[in-house]
């Protein structure tokens, strides 16, 4: 049982070795929780077979100790529990808010570059919902031919299930929920039985995460992930999404820049106090990472 204190969490992906705005987000989740004399957990989160390994997670571990960056608790590991999030998957699909979705990228592109673009160029038209459209008859005939497919879940539908709903931003304030701004994401994948948004949000529940700290990247999925929560009765926490870093000509820094990996930053002798040092002098200039 997660005890009944507020915590916040981190949640890597081990999909590489931990970067600078990796420690950024790290800092941010242990701060919070110390502001709110709570608890900072941790979860890897890697559902992803095959982007993630457990070289990279064992790295990742040795990185934050090195760090000495403290985490409280468990640490949760998702790909343990497949049968939990199929068990969320399975009651979401009773609910009638999920569809099946036949399409491969290649028929997904096709069709996308077909229709016109929306005004704002959103990630609302990420899927062009042909299997939305698509009869019972011939849906279950697909699923029980065993044809592959992913699960979408119904964006139209989703909201006259749960009413419209609102969540909070510490940093941006009150949000109207708008699950549809991501368009009908998939919640299980073809090859893979959960996705990013199921797992993330079964699991911040599951771990008693009361604050959800993470990048403003993510902002657009913190709709469908309340969404998510009002479907499965789960509790609502509040989220604080944090600005990224960016190096001094504005890019955001990433995975690719391997110069910013701890991997390399400690084989040329960065010491950890001087690496969180630069983080804390990267936040005072909105956001510039460079290394003095
Ligand atoms: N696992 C995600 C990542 O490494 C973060 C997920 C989250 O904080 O919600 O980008």
């Known amino acids: 049982m997660a005890e009944a204190r507020e915590a916040t969490r981190f949640a890597p992906s081990p999909s590489g070795r931990l970067h600078v705005g990796h420690v950024l987000a790290a800092v941010e989740a242990r701060r919070l929780a110390d502001e709110l004399g709570g608890l900072c957990r941790l979860r890897i989160e890697d559902i992803d077979l095959q982007r993630c ?22 640490v949760m590991v998702q790909s343990r529990r497949m049968e939990i999030y199929r068990q969320a998957l399975e009651l979401l699909k009773g609910m009638g808010v999920l569809y099946p979705c036949f399409c491969t990228r290649k028929e997904i592109a096709e069709r996308m570059a077909e229709m016109p673009r929306a005004p704002h160029g959103t990630a609302c038209d990420a899927y062009p919902g042909t299997c939305r459209a698509m009869g019972q008859g011939e849906r279950e005939a697909r699923l029980a031919a065993g044809e592959a497919h992913a699960w979408r879940l119904d964006c139209r539908r989703v909201q006259d299930v749960t009413g419209s709903l609102e969540w909070l931003d510490l940093n941006e304030g009150r949000q109207v929920c708008e699950p549809s701004r991501l368009g009908d994401v998939i919640l299980a994948r073809k090859d893979f039985p959960v996705s990013y948004h199921l797992a993330v949000t079964v699991d911040d529940a599951a771990q008693g995460i009361t604050h959800v700290t993470r990048g403003m990247d993510l902002f657009e999925s913190t709709h469908v992930h309340r969404v998510l929560q009002a479907l499965l009765g789960l509790p609502v926490p509040v989220w604080k999404h944090h600005g990224l870093l960016c190096d001094e000509y504005g890019r955001r820094l990433a995975k690719r820049d391997g110069a910013r990996s701890l991997e390399s930053l400690r084989s040329a002798g960065m010491e950890p106090g001087r690496l969180l040092a630069s983080i804390e002098q990267a936040l005072a200039r909105g956001g510039v990472w460079k290394m003095e």
């Open 53 to 74: 390994r457990p070289e990279y997670a064992e790295a990742l571990l040795d990185d934050l100790a090195w760090l000495g960056l403290r985490f409280d608790g468990e």
